[in-house]
């Protein structure tokens, strides 16, 4: 199609088109219009590959987590650890029955968004993400759509309920997201941020500095940082709403042991999936950040992530790290 179409100027002095340009047909133009979407869904779906990982295609770079099967996995592995961290919910703002738009940020694989479909039929749901890798057979309510969450928000509605998830080191403005939740949010509609802080720490002193997975997750930390964006956003989240506007929030902290290594049920059990999620995400996490942000060689990417995964193993050390959850409601009258 051309680049500078000629229109027809006001009064009459009539340009006729050129037929080379145009072409009446609607037939020739759905079929142009096909061949453009099949080649825009094409761009968004050549994946880049290094080091043996898929990455997202649309805004390449931008995001340092692969995009591929292993990745995946476990997202939705990570999507009910965090479930069962939360007593079962996925969620905890009060959105009542019957909401009728949400609207899920970074829906990754759209588990969580598949699942309040089921919850709450009288919603629909719009997830968005970087990349397609969303199943095509979900509930009739849900929906996904490219995009990016750091771009102005174009989506001509108003939500009732606003969801963020796991989006450590993948905003560069955190604010500004918040932001633009409440813009989208409906008076007296809510909004939900649950992130993690990835500072690994123990209580009990038995994670030290001379260990490889302290040594690791230290360098990860300065590296996102390096990149950007912040690895550690959960504690902040309660202050970055109500900077936005949002009242009523409220925040919950969670502790999420890595191994099964506590003495509390509940917290033995977490601990079980989050050894899992790490142990599954270690390479994703590290090599990209890693290889290319830090210069470092695969080879001694993995003798080091070999080591970690010795620390993760060792009952000894009692590693930990947090997870938060804010939630409040755009005031009624704004």
Known sequence: MAANPQIAP?????????????????????????RYTASLTSSIERYPVENGRRYHAFKDG???????????DRLDLTHQMIRITMGDKLHFAPIGEKPAKILDLGT????WAIEMGDDYPSAEIIGTDLSPTQPSWVP????????DAEEPWTFPE????????????????????????????????????????????SEDGSLKEEHSVSKWITTLL????GFGRDPCPGSKLEGWM????????????????????????????????NIVQIEDGLEGFTLRLFTQFLDWKSEEVQVLLANVRKDLRDPKIHAQFDFHV????KPKTA
């Open 140 to 147: 009739a309510n849900v929906k996904f759509e490219i995009d």
């Open 242 to 273: 109500k900077d936005a506007g949002f009242e009523r929030v409220q925040h919950e902290k969670f502790r999420l042991p890595i191994g099964p290594w506590a003495k509390d049920k509940h917290l033995k059990t977490v601990g079980a999936w």
């Open 10 to 34: 006001a009064g009459d002095d009539i340009i006729e088109a050129d037929p080379d340009l145009y072409d009446a047909s609607d037939s020739t133009l759905g079929d142009e219009v096909s």
């Open 62 to 72: 931008s995001y340092i987590l692969p995009n591929d099967e292993i990745e995946l």
């Open 158 to 201: 108003y939500f009732d309920f606003v969801h963020v998830r796991y989006l450590a080191a993948a905003i560069a403005d955190w604010p500004k997201l918040m932001r633009q939740a409440f813009q989208h949010t409906k008076p007296g509609g809510w909004a939900e941020f649950q992130d993690f802080d990835l500072a690994y720490y």
């Open 222 to 225: 300065d590296a996102v940082h």
């Open 108 to 111: 990754g694989t759209g588990i």
């Open 326 to 329: 804010a939630y409040g409601q």
